[in-house]
């Protein structure tokens, strides 16, 4: 199993950024997948979940309305899009499918 996440950087508050998480070695159709954060000396927290259709998604309550979480099965790609960022959204993001994370992609909101 190998996920690649990619797309973070540095933004502005208020500001927009969408992460990319590229599935391998699995069958990534048959399987929910999700986004997690880990800001410095915080635990890791669950920010996202999305079913294997599609059809069903769930989010932390600090990001609902503002993050959408989709994916691409023919793509084998779940999507974060990110919106009106706070710093408080300053974190690592990792892609996880069961059982295997990804290295993560930092984010970091900021003038």
């Known amino acids: 199993v190998q996920l690649v996440e990619s797309g973070g950087g540095l933004v502005q508050p208020g500001g927009s950024l969408r992460l990319s998480c590229a599935a391998s070695?699995?069958?990534?159709?048959?399987?929910?997948m999700s986004w997690y954060r880990q800001a410095p000396g915080k635990e890791r927290e669950l920010v996202a979940a999305i079913s294997s259709t599609g059809g069903l998604t769930n989010y932390a309550v600090s990001v609902k309305g503002r993050f959408t979480i989709s994916r691409d099965n023919a793509k084998n790609t779940v999507y974060l899009q990110m919106n009106s960022l706070k710093p408080e959204d300053t974190a690592v993001y990792y892609c996880?499918?069961?059982?295997?994370w990804g290295q993560g992609t930092q984010v970091t909101v900021s003038s």
């Open positions: 070695g699995f069958t990534f159709r048959s399987y929910g």
């Open positions: 996880s499918a069961p059982g295997s």
